[in-house]
């Protein structure tokens, strides 16, 4: 079973790897986007200071969001899904193997792209640190929760905007407790509340949101 | 009793038996909101705080109370769908969902009336609003979803999947919001807590919550009566109706 | 081995059959026959457990695949219409994709030899993309031949093969119920198989009535 999962895992980086154009995408979106602000309103340092948090939080889920697509759609399109689901292993495990493959792919970029982003947004050191902090925490979380909103809508033609209205609702608390981290860090408090919140939803739904997501891949993929 | 459970919940069998179930949560739907309305629009003394507008909360309360039951009732029902296959309660959930997301809706335009008096603006940030509009949007997506997927079956699976997840999400959401709301509280919000109202402010309230229930209790019947007359289209059953007709 | 009791099959509101019972013993070639649109692709999937029955069971060695379904599945393979082939990755890797979803792993030589019998000797490197439709279904061959199943399911194994594809195909399912396995198939082409082999017409198992 851990050789299927880990097979799996490789098969999907060397996969994306071998279209490496492609794996830029959300990373651009996300620095264009949160380049966005500074442009759209007085780019003094408060300014940008106290909507940074915000900002940045959003334009990564926004950006994990555009990306959630890659996880089923080319499997469903070419039948590779079904072999998975045919596998004698647990669908579970097969479901984490990928959605661990993509987050290593699009979450992870985004965690190590988020100092530039804060320097771009005029926070002060000690609030990138605690904003890398919570990216890493909360990208995962976001692949996690994603997952089980691509499994229902995979067979729903240009399930786009469907998919982000079934998911955005969802990440809610994610972004609630990963902004405010970064916000009162700025302002020099103590985040461990807010990061063992993220750090518990972490714990939550990667041992949840597999199950939904291989149980709603039953249902859904069934064709 | 397995045998029983099935029988009793065919559609056929539904059908018949919840025409004479409406007019009974109809009528008392009626009489119990009329009474309760009557009571708290004119009997309850006023709010030495707020003076007269708090007597939307009758409205408003009730309403944020009916759609998170009905959520719960929602996902229940999907969740005995998706495990016995007992297809009247994918029906009872599909039926649920608009009456639900109306009464999201309700207690967020009566909430935001109310915040013009007490708050001076029409929509303010608060926390139970929040969750109420958050709570609308997980609404919004089951229905979507139900209505995207063609195969009936699939679509009653999914968004019942979809309905246990966001079970699962609404305390995480709930305790979110409150938290959040926390850290940017104005000065005073004044905020009608249970235990802090007058007896005559809370019997209209508890009269309306009933009244709502039983006011769902009856339209909920009547749109799984319709589902049941459309998903069954094809069926003898629903033949012999209109042939009877 | 495998067992279908009163099977019915419903899709777009439509009853495709019902009542379909028939039982797969070991060394046993099955074809189901029926004209487009039948249900033969939904009966296959309803026995791989891809997709539900509306009533009916499918039973695995005496129990219910749901029961025990690490067991069917360590010993069944199904290709369906679509080619579950990967264009970025080579012919190997593909095929090796395959098997350790079912964790089987096997060397490379084992590989190249299937590969070697269903015709794409030199192929090995070659990524899947550059391949013909043809090619891409020989390497799904590759795939069954090397996955230790009893049980093949195939829907229209002989798409996009050619001549010597299809004959291919033919002496594989041959071999494999030598061996003791049993095949179920649908076709369109009529697959000459010199052995003997169980037909049976989707289409006789559609009720005119109504249902109730």
């Known amino acids: 079973m851990l050789n299927a999962f880990y097979h799996l895992l490789i098969r999907d980086l060397r996969l994306a790897l071998r279209n490496r154009h492609e794996l830029a995408n959300p990373l651009i979106f996300f620095v264009l986007v949160v380049s966005l602000f500074p442009l759209a309103v007085t780019p003094t340092a408060e300014a940008l200071q106290s909507m940074a948090p915000g900002v940045i939080w959003v334009s990564a889920l926004l950006a994990v969001l555009l990306s959630l697509d890659r996880l089923f759609k080319q499997d469903y399109d070419d039948g590779s899904l079904d072999q998975l689901m045919l596998s004698p292993n647990p669908l579970m495990i097969l479901v984490f193997a ?122 859904t993929a069934s064709r | 009793m397995w045998n029983w459970i099935q029988r009793f919940s065919s559609p056929k069998h539904f059908y018949g038996m919840s025409a004479m179930i409406i007019p009974w949560f109809a009528i008392s739907a009626l009489l119990i909101g009329v009474y309760g309305l009557y009571l708290g629009l004119f009997v309850a003394p006023t709010d030495y705080q707020q003076g007269e507008s708090y007597r939307i909360i009758f409205v408003h309360v009730p309403a944020a109370w009916m759609s ?58 608060d926390a139970r609003l929040t969750s109420e509009l958050i709570l609308l949007f997980l609404y919004f997506g089951y229905m979507a979803l139900q209505s995207a997927i063609d195969d009936q079956r699939s679509a009653d699976k999914a968004s019942g999947l979809l309905a246990i997840v966001g079970v699962v999400n609404i305390p995480i959401i709930h305790y979110s919001v409150e938290w959040w709301n926390t850290l940017h509280q104005g000065a005073t919000v004044a905020k009608l807590d249970k235990p802090s109202m007058h007896i005559d402010m809370l019997i209209p309230l508890l009269l309306m919550a009933v009244a709502f229930k039983l006011f769902y209790g009856a339209v909920v019947l009547v749109r799984t009566r319709n589902e049941a007359l459309y998903r069954d289209r094809n069926r003898r059953w629903v033949r012999e109706l209109i042939e009877k007709l | 081995m495998l067992e279908i009791q009163s099977l019915e099959c419903v899709r777009d509101d439509r009853l495709l059959f019902s009542d379909l019972s028939f039982t797969l013993a070991e060394s046993e070639v099955l074809q189901i026959e029926g004209a487009n649109g039948c249900g033969k692709t939904s009966l296959l999937r309803i026995i791989c457990g891809l997709r539900l029955a509306e009533a009916g069971k499918v039973k695995w060695c005496g129990e219910s695949i749901w029961a025990n379904r690490e067991d069917f599945y360590a010993n069944m393979v199904y290709i369906g219409h679509l080619p579950c082939i990967k264009g970025d990755l080579t012919v190997l890797e593909n095929v090796r994709a395959l098997l350790d979803t079912r964790s089987l792993s096997v060397t490379d030589h084992v590989i190249e030899t299937a590969l070697t019998k269903v015709g794409l000797e030199s192929y090995d490197d070659v990524p899947g993309k550059a391949l013909s439709s043809g090619q891409r279904r020989r390497i799904l061959l590759a795939f069954v031949e090397l996955a230790k199943a009893k049980l093949w399911v195939l829907d229209e194994p002989l798409t996009a093969l050619d001549v010597q594809g299809v004959q291919l195909m033919e002496s594989m399912i041959l071999e494999h119920k030598q061996a003791g396995g049993s095949v179920i198939f649908t076709t369109h082409h009529g697959m000459q198989l010199d052995c003997e082999m169980r037909t049976i017409e989707l289409g006789s198992f559609t009720h005119a009535g109504q249902r109730d």
């Open chain 2, 68 to 125: 998170l039951f009905i959520y719960m009732v929602m996902a229940t029902s999907a969740a005995i769908g998706l495990i016995w296959q007992i297809r009247l309660a994918d029906m009872v959930a599909a039926a649920s969902a608009p009456i639900g997301a109306s009464f999201a809706f309700l207690a967020l335009v009566t909430g935001s009336l109310w915040g013009k008096p007490m708050w001076g603006a029409y929509w303010v940030w």
């Open chain 1, 98 to 219: 990928k959605v661990i493959a993509h987050w290593l792919l699009t979450g992870l970029p985004l965690v190590i792209v988020a100092p530039l982003l804060g320097m771009f947004m005029s926070l002060p050191a000690d609030a990138v640190s605690v904003l890398v902090y919570s990216l890493l925490l909360g990208t995962p979380v976001l692949s996690l929760i994603g997952a089980i909103g691509v499994s229902l809508t995979v067979a729903v033609n240009r399930g786009g905007v469907l998919l982000s209205l079934i998911v955005l609702p969802l990440y809610i608390p994610v972004l609630i407790f990963g902004a405010n981290a970064v916000d009162v860090a700025a302002d020099g408090l103590s985040v461990k509340g807010q990061l063992t919140f993220l750090a518990a939803m972490l714990a939550l739904a990667a041992s949840l949101a597999p199950l939904a997501t291989a149980v709603a891949l039953r249902i």
